[in-house]
């Protein structure tokens, strides 16, 4: 069975610009979460999807969006990017909200 | 909101030694699971565990939700087993909260 998948693995974008990050579930999994882990910063949770809805968010501001396709993979959208964003976003999947959440390998954002 | 707070912050073992790491939350949860993340940023899953006790090879862990912490036993160390050691909850409002987590370094 495939893990949870992101793409790209790298992304390499300059100030002011927008990123888009993907992520595929695990099959049959309906939730995704997506997480930044900044240098220094940990693990923060960004947003978690369910059944093609946002149903949570993190302390982050708009400039980060989401949304879960009809196919429950999602898509993080980073616009006016700051220099702070350079990060390692990561995507995890799960059953349900409650069960044990997978992890995709991330995708390292560098803001020049 | 949910405070995790981990310990420790890091540790050096010789190969071969044990070592207990410790997470503390502060209110009740809805579950909670322990991650290993290697050198490339992979977070691989340890233990899902909101309560008791769970043994995988030389790694277990348990909970105790009523007093609020956890804790993960690591056996007979392997230099293989360096890198950092998330504990995570899913609090309130269904957001999961990570610990600082314990970086690990266990020498040959």
């Known amino acids: 069975e495939a893990g949870v998948t992101q793409s790209p693995t790298h992304l390499i974008k300059t100030r002011g610009q927008q990123a888009t990050l993907r992520c595929s579930p695990i099959?049959?999994?309906?939730?995704v979460y997506w997480y930044q882990q900044a240098l220094g910063l940990g693990l923060q949770f960004l947003l978690w999807?369910?059944?093609?809805?946002?149903?949570n968010r993190g302390n982050f501001p708009p400039r980060f969006s989401g949304r879960q396709f009809p196919n429950y993979s999602s898509e993080l959208n980073v616009n006016a990017l700051e220099l702070e964003d350079s990060a390692l976003y990561l995507c995890a999947s799960s059953l349900e909200v409650r069960d044990t959440q997978y992890f995709g390998p991330g995708t390292r954002l560098t803001v020049l | 909101g949910i405070q995790v707070e981990q310990s420790p912050p890091d540790l050096i073992l010789q190969e071969g030694a044990n070592s207990t790491l410790r997470c503390n939350f502060s209110d009740s949860v809805n579950n909670l699971q322990w991650f290993h993340q290697n050198p490339w940023g992979q977070l691989i899953n340890l233990f899902y565990i909101p309560s008791g006790t769970k043994q995988n090879g030389r790694l277990s862990a348990t909970t105790v939700a009523t007093e609020r912490y956890s804790l993960l036993y690591i056996s007979s160390s392997q230099t293989t087993d360096s890198g950092v050691y998330f504990c995570?909850?899913?609090?309130?409002?269904?957001?999961?909260?990570f610990g600082a987590g314990t970086r690990l370094f266990v020498k040959a």
């Open positions: 999807y369910d059944e093609g809805e946002e149903r």
């Open positions: 099959s049959g999994h309906t939730s």
């Open positions: 995570a909850v899913l609090g309130r409002g269904f957001k999961t909260i």
